[in-house]
């Protein structure tokens, strides 16, 4: 289900980003997790991630090329892991501030958004 504070971060955009901006606080981003329930939070630095198990190797593939053109669109790129050819895990924070940004949330909702096989 998505909540209307999901619907607001789908359709913003992400914001470019060259540091100079403050990182949330670890309560401003429990406030945001709380949008995007499948994802978790990380420290040092802090990030969000998400993971999931995919149908199979090619699925994982088509699954990174979505995430790669969302995030070229955005300006905004997450980290991606395959690992075992059907697991994958997404890490997302603001590399020019090393932590976490509204934009982090934002390409976070819009993942969410991508069609993805899973595994059955």
């Known amino acids: ?10 359709s913003s955009r992400c914001l470019p980003c060259e540091g100079g901006v403050s990182r949330m606080s670890p309560e401003e981003a429990r406030t945001q997790l ?3 329930p ?3 939070l990380l420290d040092n630095p802090d990030r969000i991630t998400r993971q999931w198990v995919v149908k199979d190797f090619a699925a ?5 090329h ?3 053109e969302l995030a070229d669109s955005e300006g905004h790129h997450p980290d991606l892991h395959l690992v075992r ?4 895990t997404v890490e997302i924070w603001t590399h020019a501030i090393q932590g976490l940004s509204i934009n982090d ?12 096989d899973l595994k059955g």
């Open 1 to 10: 289900m998505t909540t209307s504070s999901q619907k607001q971060l789908c």
């Open 66 to 68: 979505a995430i790669g």
């Open 38 to 40: 499948e994802w978790s």
């Open 60 to 64: 994982a593939v088509r699954f990174f």
């Open 105 to 116: 949330f934002i390409l976070a909702a819009k993942i969410n958004q991508l069609p993805v």
């Open 85 to 88: 050819y059907r697991n994958v």
């Open 34 to 36: 709380s949008e995007l």
